[in-house]
Every structure is written in structure tokens, then in C-alpha cells.
């Protein structure tokens, strides 16, 4: 369901602001991107990137050698 409601600009110090209602609001300090195409401004949130993975992967290898055990293969009846 597509939700409107109109407002005005305001300047807010040397910008120009919009004032968006709680209810469309997103949550706090999510990181946004306005865009401009022709006469619309389209303001949406970031999209995730996998810039954090080498962080994460260097944390999650911290305690790793990277060696597996040896195997030791157990005799079987057949």
C-alpha cells in the first residue's frame, strides 16, 4: 500500500529540508541516498554492501589454523 502525504520545503540552515511524518519515517540512523531523477527526489535506504566480510572473516579466523585434524580411519568388518 502506497502511502502520500504533502508538505512544503523548509530551509534548515544553508539546506533544504522536508519534514517526513513517524509514521514513514525509517528507523534512526539508518543510512540513506537521495537521488534526484528529473523532478522527483527519491530518498530510500542504503543498500547493504559486503564491504564489512574481510573484518568479519580476519574475527572469525583469529583462533583458526586453517589445518584439519588428521584422519584416522577405524578398521571395518565388511
Not at 502520500?4 to 534512526?28: C, D, E, W, Y
Not at 580476519?58 to 584439519?68: F, I, K, V, Y
Amino acid at each position: 500500500m502506497q502511502k502520500v502525504f504533502h508538505t512544503r520545503q523548509f530551509k534548515a540552515g544553508n539546506s533544504l529540508a522536508v519534514r517526513i511524518p513517524v509514521g514513514m519515517a525509517f528507523p534512526h540512523q539508518t543510512k540513506l541516498v537521495v537521488t534526484r531523477e528529473g523532478n522527483r527526489i527519491i530518498v530510500e535506504p542504503e543498500a547493504p554492501n559486503l564491504g564489512h566480510l574481510p573484518a568479519l572473516f580476519a574475527a572469525l579466523g583469529a583462533g583458526q589454523s586453517g589445518e584439519r585434524p588428521e584422519f584416522v580411519e577405524a578398521e571395518r568388518a565388511w
